[in-house]
T-cell receptor, first 112, second 118 residues
Framework: GNSVTQMEGPVTLSEEAFLTINCTYT??????LFWYVQYPGEGLQLLLK?????DKGSNKGFEATYRKETTSFHLEKGSVQVSDSAVYFC???????????FGKGNQVVVIP | GAGVSQSPSNKVTEKGKDVELRCDPI?????LYWYRQSLGQGLEFLIY????????KSGLPSDRFSAERTGGSVSTLTIQRTQQEDSAVYLC????????????????FGPGTRLTVL
């Protein structure tokens, strides 16, 4: 079945540091890939997406590239801000299946 | 336009009681989804509605859980005889549906209903 794996544990870093959150997936078809962000006390917000291999999704300074050869969709941001503190979820939607499969999420804490 | 709305935002109930959670999708979205977010299980799919088609109920954890979608818009998730393990945040999402294009299945989430079963 479809599954998404995110790196274990919270991520704590200083303001203006480089952020990477790893995401790998297993899918039977050709999935679309998503990153969602959940700010404290709020619902899930779509951050970015990519629908086919080598596509790059980007938004608010965040980027992720759909790598079919490594089945990965790692999230990166060059210079984080305190306001980026949130939980980040990687998700996939497989072709022909309308549900999303989510990773466990990573809490990101940015310290001033 | 307005996003997905859910009510109530918080619900505290006693074990054994029934609860109803409501979701109002984005206007014009024909697809509606329910998910559950809990500490132990992460985000789990529950049920999916697309237009007038039979819903995909394959994620519902037990027969105590049911959902309806009236008039192709508002949806209600009902949990009967609640148990403590039902405590979670219940999230609703909607998407344009099978209208074609990659945007048709991008899901937009509501703020969720936090359910606490005592």
């Amino acid at each position: 079945g479809n599954s998404v794996t995110q790196m274990e544990g919270p991520v704590t870093l200083s303001e203006e540091a480089f952020l990477t959150i790893n995401c790998t997936y297993t899918a039977t078809g050709y999935p679309s890939l998503f990153w969602y962000v959940q700010y404290p006390g709020e619902g899930l917000q779509l951050l970015l997406k990519a629908t086919k291999a080598d596509d790059k999704g980007s938004n608010k300074g965040f980027e992720a590239t759909y790598r079919k050869e490594t089945t990965s969709f790692h999230l990166e941001k060059g210079s984080v801000q305190v306001s980026d503190s949130a939980v980040y979820f990687c998700a996939l939607r497989d072709y022909g299946n309308n549900r999303l499969a989510f990773g466990k999420g990573n809490q990101v804490v940015v310290i001033p | 336009g307005a996003g997905v709305s859910q009510s109530p935002s918080n619900k505290v109930t006693e074990k054994g009681k029934d609860v109803e959670l409501r979701c109002d999708p984005i206007s014009g979205h024909t697809a509606l989804y329910w998910y559950r977010q809990s500490l132990g299980q992460g985000l789990e799919f529950l049920i999916y509605f697309q237009g007038n088609s039979a819903p995909d109920k394959s994620g519902l954890p037990s027969d105590r859980f049911s959902a309806e979608r009236t008039g192709g818009s508002v949806s209600t998730l009902t949990i009967q005889r609640t148990q403590q393990e039902d405590s979670a945040v219940y999230l609703c999402a909607s998407s344009l549906g099978s209208s074609g294009g990659t945007e048709s299945y991008t899901q937009y989430f509501g703020p969720g209903t936090r359910l606490t079963v005592l």
